[in-house]
């Protein structure tokens, strides 16, 4: 059979592709729902399977890439409006260390492992810069699905990730700054000004156009309106503030959660994400995945770099979580939520790449670093949950019975209280 490429396809093609690709995710994200793992990473592998890693029937194209993006901006914006700022707030310094302490160490352990193996100094920096970034996305969706969005837990996973957004571009900065001869300043103190910013249009802005919109405009042009502006965030974030474009997205999804017009904007940004944008960003990133760079490697580098990228976000993430005093249980979710390396890597790897710092071969580890660690993120999330109802099941296996003999006493003793009334009268 032969497969459909991407590379200057038709009009015709591109809505078949895109059909067959919603279809599928749809069909695969409904199996998984049936068997309870979620349906990301179903939507995920099919993305790997109809990309060049196994059947070559779809490439990477920007087209379909701008659809992709729009679907993480559209999902990182649904996650802001479901975080629980009272929560946020309540995990805030556990968020920043968690984040900070899941930067320093995959930085440091990266570096080390690619130094020690001859890379140069500045490669072996830019190689750990790459293990610092952390895509939350796949957690967001995962924890989500499992209804897990709004606990403590989930809330720090979202606060670190966007921490730590923030903390690996200031070190992707310096790094570039110290291989290249860039100064780092400039971008730094556009972060510096862009958060504030950002904050004091949507604080003020989002009330006042959450009072006027109803009244001027029809319900569908009112969510296009808003879409707009979210998208308008996310370009703000990256071109004006330095930072990922999700990070902007989120950000207007907190500041548009505080204001009256929450429930409709939420419910039709929703059914667009979820409809279309969403899962084809999913299947995207498995699309992207190219495993025939990696070839030449040998297994147990790429085995040693994975796990290395696993590790350091589960030890740096939790631990910091577990230094703010979590329980070990909760410190592990935070850690694992943590893994996923995403969009944000891929970001760092093609800056890398550009640069020259990284060639082709290594950009292809990155690549596969991204999938693995994207693949595995919502199952481990998934068996950490599951981890924690059995201590519940034991507890309730030996409470039952215990139940059950102080019913038959209490029962015993109103038949022994109604006999004594009865001898009594």
């Known amino acids: 059979m032969k497969g ?3 590379l200057a396809m038709s009009v015709t093609t591109f809505l078949v592709l895109i059909a067959g690709l919603l279809i599928a995710a749809k069909c695969v994200g409904w199996l998984c729902q049936r068997i309870g793992i979620p349906t990301v990473l179903g939507q995920l592998v099919v993305g790997v399977l ?9 490439h990477p194209d920007p087209l379909v890439n701008s659809f992709s993006t729009i679907g993480v901006i559209l999902l990182m914006f649904i996650a802001g409006m479901e975080t629980d700022m009272k929560q946020m707030r309540q995990v805030g310094v556990t968020a920043f260390v968690s984040a900070s302490a899941g930067v320093v160490i995959p930085f440091v352990a990266g570096t ?6 001859g890379y140069t100094l500045p490669m072996s920096f830019f190689l750990g810069t790459l293990l610092t970034a952390t895509s939350v996305s796949i957690s967001a969706q995962t924890l989500k699905e499992l209804g897990k969005l709004h606990t403590k837990e989930g ?7 966007v921490i730590d957004d923030v903390l690996g571009l200031i070190v992707l900065s310096l790094i570039l700054a110290f291989t290249l001869g860039q100064n780092p300043l400039w971008s730094i103190l556009k972060m510096a000004l862009y958060f504030p910013i950002a904050y004091l249009l949507g604080h003020y802005g989002f009330p006042l156009l959450s009072h006027w919109l109803p009244r001027l405009l029809a319900l569908e042009a009112r969510i296009g309106f808003v879409l707009a502006l979210v998208l ?3 370009w703000s974030a990256e071109e004006l503030g330095s930072v990922a474009a999700i990070t902007g997205a989120y950000i207007a999804g907190i500041l548009v959660s505080r204001t009256e017009m929450r429930a409709w904007v939420h419910d039709g940004l929703s059914k667009i994400g979820y409809s279309f944008f969403i899962p084809i960003f999913f299947v995207y990133v498995g699309v992207e995945a190219n495993f025939h760079g990696v070839a030449h490697f040998s297994p147990l580098f790429l085995l040693s770099f994975i796990g290395i990228a696993l590790v350091t976000k589960v030890l740096g993430c939790g631990g910091g979580a577990l230094l703010c005093r979590f329980r070990p249980m ?3 979710t935070v850690g694992v939520g943590m893994i996923s390396r995403g969009e944000v890597a891929l970001i760092t790897a093609t800056i890398g790449l550009q640069a020259g710092l990284i060639n082709t071969s290594l950009f292809s580890v990155v690549i596969l670093i991204t999938l693995v660690t994207t693949l595995v993120t919502p199952l481990l999330l998934k068996l950490v949950y599951l981890a924690r109802p059995q201590s519940g099941v034991k507890r309730a296996a030996v409470t039952e019975p215990l139940l059950e003999i102080i019913e038959e006493g209490m029962e015993d003793m109103l038949i022994q209280e109604e006999a004594n009334v009865h ?3």
Not at 50 to 58: I, R
Not at 112 to 117: E, G, K, N, T, V
Not at 155 to 161: D, K, P, V
């Open 155 to 161: 809330t720090t996973i979202l606060g670190a990730a």
């Open 232 to 234: 308008l965030y996310a």
């Open 423 to 425: 001898r009594s009268a």
């Open 50 to 58: 109809a990309g060049p890693s196994v059947l070559n029937w779809v």
């Open 330 to 332: 909760e410190a592990l």
């Open 112 to 117: 080390a492992f690619s130094y020690a193996l």
């Open 4 to 6: 459909l490429k991407l």
